[in-house]
Antibody, heavy 119, light 107 residues
């Protein structure tokens, strides 16, 4: 069955970086795009960007350009999302979610990773 | 960027009630509208895609309609497990964007 398993919770200081992983199983990793969406506690959903695991191409929301990097390792079927220069407003749950290229929706989501930014 | 506005922000209803949640886009998005359900402490799950198509495994009491700028999610007879937060999402233009959510609570 399809599973997206994310790495565990992180606590970081302002100015640091964090790298969240999303390990895919149960399907062909390179056949689906991987999106990243974040949600501040008690707030709504915010789309951050997407990576095509097949070639590694990415598209980021303008808000995160220059501060977010999405990568993948096809040998382990794992997608990564790194946020640099963390600030308190980055405290949120970070989710990965897959999308079949011929569709326009995300059908499976990871369980979420809580990143807390605090001095 | 396309703004998505849901109404109401919260809703109290009873088991067996019929409820409707509305989502409005700031510009036409054709039928590129999805609905997600999120329960406390869990990731969102896909309910409906392209405005009206039920995701596999989703109960038939859920339905979606609309196109252009105005969309609705209807639950025909609320069940206890339906009390959750519902989000709409447009995928017509990048960046994808979500409504602010509608919290469905037990009356």
């Amino acid at each position: 069955q399809v599973q997206l398993v994310q790495s565990g919770a992180e606590v970081k200081k302002p100015g640091a970086s964090v790298k969240v992983s999303c390990k895919a199983s149960g399907y062909t990793f390179t056949s689906y795009f991987m999106h990243w969406v974040r949600q501040a506690p008690g707030q709504g959903l915010e789309w951050m960007g997407v990576i095509n695991p097949s070639g590694g191409s990415t598209s980021y929301a303008q808000k995160f350009q220059g501060r977010v990097t999405m990568t993948r390792d096809t040998s382990t079927s794992t997608a990564y999302m790194e946020v640099s220069s963390l600030r308190s407003e980055d405290t949120a749950f970070y989710y990965c979610a897959r999308q079949k290229p011929s569709t326009t929706w995300e059908d499976y989501w990871g369980q979420g990773t809580l990143v807390t930014v605090s001095s | 960027d396309i703004q998505m506005t849901q109404s109401p922000s919260s809703l109290s209803a009873s088991v067996g009630d019929r409820v409707t949640i509305t989502c409005r886009a700031s510009q036409s998005i054709s039928s590129y509208l999805n609905w997600y359900q999120q329960k406390p402490g869990k990731a969102p799950t896909l309910l409906i895609y392209t405005a009206s198509t039920l995701q596999s495994g989703v109960p038939s009491r859920f339905s979606g309609s609309g196109s252009g700028t105005d969309f609705t999610l209807t639950i025909s007879s609320l069940q206890p497990e339906d009390f959750a937060i519902y989000f709409c999402q447009q995928t017509y233009r990048t960046p994808r964007s979500f409504g602010q959510g509608t919290k469905l609570e037990i009356k």
